[in-house]
């Protein structure tokens, strides 16, 4: 099937290309190329290392598959509408596998509902071979592992890797471009190269990125035989953002239930192997989580401090130190977590160090020199604030007011319907009551609490 037939003024179109392919024919110069090897690179070496019994064709196709949604997603901005319409032509070595009604079905399924767009694939058969099986050179990792899990430097990958059975037990695998030192309190990970680039990157959204990680995860988790794979993201992450979409955007699924359970069908579909995964942290705050960790033998303060939360680039944020900025939504979530765990940081972590100030501008005018950078950060600062807000709100709203999410959650959880609404409530009541402790602790005086009263700059 030619990929023009597919092709519209509105479709976004990206043409993957084998290293040194020669773009097809009768393309309407509407689409955008990616090369193998340019746009798209693996690391060769650490592909290697995953040199193991079992490692078949279809996973490096799943790499593939991958590199191009997340490049196709990042490239094109959205409309104010939200959605927009894709179509994807991508080699693969095993194309009667992707082509399969089931997999072709189940991959549209969990990447529309994800991001909110519309997928299409055309798959043709790949040319070169896998580079996977060159050298023989197995992983470090042993056959004694007893589930997977997608580790970040986050506060909830650490503290649910040892929550969940500790370094022993866990696959951790972590999907980044360029190699990452382990830090003091890291459980061992092991490097899934990936990286996209030299391209314009249009979109921040950047829904794509649970598939990634969801895919990417249970691929060596198949390849080490572990049918678990645990999700970190506690309560307030993994439920909130889709419970409380922002205005005119579409619902945030990145680590609720129901997106799990459509990965879950198009794996088992595109791997003949059945993965489950499990959010044991679904119904707790990040604040009980990290609590709960800090109980554990020989675990100290140390061991949550030394993570990375932050969403703000690394050019608004970086000052000769690897700091956060203290105000978006993850560095307060990440603050009102520590505060309620007992937990406090040097004062040196964030950019916004102080947020009792009175004034956001007295709290930055020092911190971020540029007006537009400034302007930013207060952004993302008032909108997450709001979001924390509105969350703690709903702990005092009546039951019904909840049951359409809880409705969706239960499908996908096979609780109740009526146990689902009373652990929402629950796991909502404990985030309102760390919220307003962690404003009360700031003051009347502090522009974050200002904000709350309807002021917008201080």
């Given amino acids: 099937m030619n990929v023009h037939n597919h092709s519209s003024p509105t479709t976004k179109t990206l043409v993957v290309l084998e290293s040194g392919e020669r773009p097809p024919a009768r393309l309407h110069g509407r689409e955008e190329l990616a090369e193998i090897g340019q746009q798209i690179r693996f690391d060769a070496g650490i592909l290697d290392s995953f040199d193991v019994a079992g490692c078949l064709s279809r996973h490096f196709d799943l790499l593939v598959v991958c590199a191009a949604i997340e490049l196709a997603d990042r490239r094109w901005g959205r409309p104010r509408a939200w959605s927009r319409n894709f179509n994807l032509r991508i080699p693969v070595i095993d194309l009667e596998r992707w082509q399969k009604p089931a997999v072709a079905h189940g991959l549209r399924r969990a990447l529309g509902f994800l991001t909110g767009d519309n997928w299409q694939f055309t798959f043709v058969r790949a040319k070169n071979g896998s580079p996977i099986g060159m050298r023989q050179i197995p992983l470090g990792f042993d056959k004694t592992k007893k589930f997977a899990i997608a580790y970040s430097d986050g506060l909830d990958s650490r503290a649910v890797t040892s929550l969940s059975g500790g370094e022993d037990e866990a696959l951790c695998i972590r999907v980044a471009g360029t190699h990452q030192r382990r830090q003091k309190g890291d459980s061992p990970f092991e490097r899934i190269p990936f990286d996209t680039r030299d391209y314009r990157q249009n979109e921040s959204s950047f829904r794509s990125r649970s ?110 130190y690897r700091r956060q900025c203290g105000l978006c939504a993850a560095c307060l979530l990440r603050r009102q977590s520590l505060h309620a765990a007992g937990i406090k940081e040097d004062s040196g972590t964030y950019v916004v160090r102080d947020l009792n100030e009175a004034s956001i501008a007295a709290a930055l005018t020092t911190a971020v020199a540029d007006k537009a950078d400034r302007d930013i950060m207060i952004a993302y600062g008032s909108a997450g604030a709001r979001h924390l807000q509105h969350l703690a709100d709903l702990a005092d709203q009546p039951d019904k007011t909840l ?56």
Avoid at 282 to 287: A, F, I, V
């Fill in 403 to 458: 049951h359409t999410h809880a409705s969706q959650i239960a499908i996908a959880t096979g609780e109740t319907c009526d146990e689902t609404t009373r652990r929402l409530s629950v796991m909502l009541s404990v985030h309102a009551e760390e919220w307003r402790a962690f404003r009360s602790d700031l003051g009347g005086n502090s522009f974050l609490n200002s904000w709350m009263d309807g002021g917008r700059n201080g």
């Fill in 211 to 320: 598939f990634k990680f969801a895919a990417i995860t249970a691929m060596a988790a198949q390849l080490y035989q572990v049918s678990r794979i645990v999700v970190p993201e506690s309560g307030q992450g993994a439920l909130g953002p889709a419970i409380l979409p922002l205005h005119n955007i579409y619902a945030d699924y990145r680590n609720h239930p129901a997106f799990f359970r459509r990965m879950e069908q198009f794996l088992h579909a595109l791997l003949d192997w059945s993965v489950k995964f499990e959010q044991p942290r679904l119904w707790y705050t990040k604040g009980q989580t990290l609590r709960d960790f800090r109980l554990l033998p020989g675990k100290t303060n140390l061991d949550l401090t030394q993570t990375h939360s932050c969403w703000q680039t690394r050019r608004i944020v970086n000052d000769g």
